[in-house]
C-alpha cells in the first residue's frame, strides 16, 4: 500500500506542505530583522519625550543596531558554517528576543541603546542562516529563485513595512510596542523552526579571530565616521580618526584573510568582478533606499503633519509594488538578464531622486511625493533581486553562509552609510528651522550616487560572463 500512487501523492503533498512551513517560519524571521531597522523611526519623537534623550544622543536609537549588525553579519555567517546554520539561528534569535524585551522595558537612554546593540548581535548571528536555509531546501533551480525572489520580498518590504507597524503601535498603543513586538513572534519563530527545518551539516574548522575582530571593528569605525560626521560635522576631532583606523583595520583584515589557514572571509568570493560590481552596487542603491526612508518620513511629520500612524502608511504604495515587481522577477531575469535590469533599476532609483529633490513646503502627499515614491519603489525591485543573484552565482554549497553573510552586511553598512552621507550633506545645506531647505541638495546628491550606480553596471559588469545575458 505505501507505493500506490495515493501514497505517493500524500507523501509528496506532505514534503511540499512542510516546505511550505519551512520556508514560512525562515521568512518571518527575516521580515521580523528587517523591520526592527525603522520600526522605531516614526516613534523617535515619543522616545525622546519618554526618556529624555538630547537630539544627538537621539539618533543611536536606530544607529546602535545598523553598527551591532553591519559589523558582526560575517562572523554571524562563519557561526552558521561552522557550527550548523539551524543552530545559528536559533540562538541569533533567541538574543533578539531577549534584546527586545530588555528595549521595551528600558527606563534610560543608556538601556535603550544598549539593548539595541544587543538586538543587532542577535541579527548578525541569526541573518547570515536565512539565506542559506533559503537556499538549501529548494529542490531546484527554479524553486532556488522562487526563494530569491521571495526572500528579496521579504528584505525589501521590511523596512517600509516597519514603518507602519511602528506608526500603528506607537499611535494607538506605545512605542515600547514597538520593540515588545518581536518578544511573541520570535518565541512562535523559535518553537517551530527545529520542527520544520532540518540542521545543516557542520564543519570542523576554528574560528579565524584575527579576521573577526579586525572585519567587525574595522566595519563600525566606518560607519561610525560617517554617523558622526552627519550628527557633528566632518571638522569635528571624531570623525576624521574614525576613518583611519577604518581604513587600518580593513587592511589589516584583507592581510590576515589572504594569510590564514581558515579565514573568516574566503577572499575568492571577492574576485569575480561581477560579484564585487553587484556587492558595490547594491550598497549604494540600498543606502540611498534608507536615507529616503529617514528623510521623507519627517517630510511627512515635520511639513505635512502626518501623525506616526498616517507617516508608516504613506509607505504603503512602497510595499505594495516592490511585492507586486519582484513576483515577476525570476521570469524577468531569465529574459532579460540580471545586469539589464539592474542598470534599469540604477536608472529608476535616480530618477526618482530628481522628482524628490522638487518637493517644498506647499506641496502635498498626492502631488509632491506619491510619484517619485512609485518610481523609486520600482527601481530597487529591479535591483535588489538581480543583485542577490548576481551576488550569489557560484557560491559553493560549504561557503553559503559566509557568503550570505557578507551579502547582507553590504546591505546594513550601506543602509548606514547612506544614511549617514545624505543627512551629512543635508545638514550643511539647511536652513536652522526649515527642513526642505536642505532637501534639495540632499536628494539631488542622492541621484548623483545612484547613477553612479547605473555607470558600474554599464561599465563594468556587462563585461562579465556570468548571468549578464539571458540565457
Avoid at 263 to 277: A, G
Wanted: glycine share 10%; proline share 4%.
Amino acid at each position: 500500500m505505501s507505493n500506490s500512487p495515493s501514497a505517493q501523492a500524500s507523501s509528496i503533498s506532505r514534503q511540499d506542505t512542510n516546505r511550505i512551513l519551512a520556508l514560512t517560519v525562515i521568512l518571518s524571521a527575516q521580515l521580523m530583522l528587517q523591520m526592527d531597522f525603522l520600526i522605531v523611526m516614526v516613534a523617535l519623537p515619543q522616545i525622546q519625550a519618554d526618556l529624555g534623550f538630547s537630539p544627538a544622543a537621539l539618533s543611536w536609537v536606530p544607529n546602535a543596531f545598523a553598527l551591532a549588525l553591519g559589523g558582526l553579519l560575517l562572523l554571524g555567517g562563519r557561526i552558521g558554517d561552522v557550527y550548523g546554520r539551524v543552530r545559528a539561528f536559533k540562538f541569533g534569535v533567541a538574543i533578539f528576543v531577549l534584546a527586545s524585551l530588555l528595549g521595551g522595558l528600558a527606563n534610560s537612554p543608556l538601556v535603550l541603546v544598549a539593548a539595541r546593540v544587543l538586538q543587532g548581535i542577535g541579527a548578525a548571528i541569526a541573518a547570515p542562516s536565512v539565506l542559506a536555509l533559503v537556499m538549501n531546501i529548494a529542490r531546484s533551480e527554479a524553486e532556488r529563485n522562487r526563494g530569491l525572489a521571495l526572500f528579496i520580498t521579504v528584505s525589501s518590504v521590511g523596512a517600509s513595512a516597519g514603518l507602519i507597524l511602528g506608526g500603528a503601535l506607537t499611535e494607538y498603543f506605545s512605542w515600547r510596542w514597538s520593540l515588545l513586538i518581536n518578544v511573541p513572534v520570535g518565541i512562535l519563530i523559535l518553537l517551530m523552526i527545529g520542527k520544520v527545518v532540518k540542521e545543516t551539516a557542520s564543519q570542523r574548522a576554528q574560528f579565524d579571530m584575527g579576521g573577526a575582530l579586525t572585519a567587525t571593528a574595522g566595519s563600525i569605525a566606518l560607519v561610525f565616521g560617517f554617523i558622526n560626521a552627519a550628527e557633528h560635522g566632518w571638522a569635528h576631532f571624531a570623525t576624521l580618526p574614525s576613518f583611519v583606523v577604518a581604513v587600518a583595520l580593513l587592511t589589516a583584515f584583507w592581510m590576515i584573510e589572504g594569510r590564514v589557514q581558515q579565514p573568516l572571509l574566503n577572499l575568492n568570493l571577492l574576485r569575480n568582478r561581477t560579484r564585487i560590481v553587484a556587492l558595490a552596487v547594491m550598497a549604494i542603491i540600498v543606502g540611498m533606499h534608507f536615507s529616503m526612508l529617514f528623510l521623507v518620513v519627517q517630510y511627512f511629520q515635520k511639513v505635512l503633519g502626518f501623525g506616526p500612524l498616517a507617516a508608516g502608511l504613506a509607505y504603503l504604495p512602497v510595499t505594495c509594488t516592490v511585492f507586486a515587481v519582484t513576483h515577476f522577477m525570476p521570469g524577468l531575469i531569465e529574459r532579460f538578464g540580471a545586469s539589464r535590469l539592474q542598470l534599469s533599476g540604477c536608472l529608476l532609483v535616480a530618477c526618482s531622486f530628481i522628482g524628490f529633490a522638487i518637493i517644498d513646503i506647499g506641496g502635498s502627499y498626492a502631488g509632491s511625493v506619491l510619484g517619485p515614491m512609485l518610481v523609486h519603489s520600482l527601481g530597487i525591485a529591479l535591483v535588489f533581486t538581480p543583485g542577490t543573484v548576481l551576488t550569489m552565482d557560484g557560491v559553493a554549497a560549504e561557503q553559503s553562509g559566509t557568503a550570505s553573510g557578507l551579502l547582507q552586511m553590504d546591505q546594513q553598512i550601506g543602509g548606514a552609510l547612506g544614511i549617514a552621507v545624505v543627512t551629512s550633506v543635508f545638514a550643511i545645506s539647511s536652513l536652522p528651522g526649515d527642513f526642505v531647505s536642505g532637501l534639495p541638495v540632499a536628494f539631488g546628491a542622492a541621484a548623483l550616487l545612484s547613477v553612479m550606480a547605473a555607470v558600474l553596471t554599464c561599465v563594468i559588469t556587462f563585461r562579465s560572463t556570468a548571468l549578464t545575458r539571458p540565457t
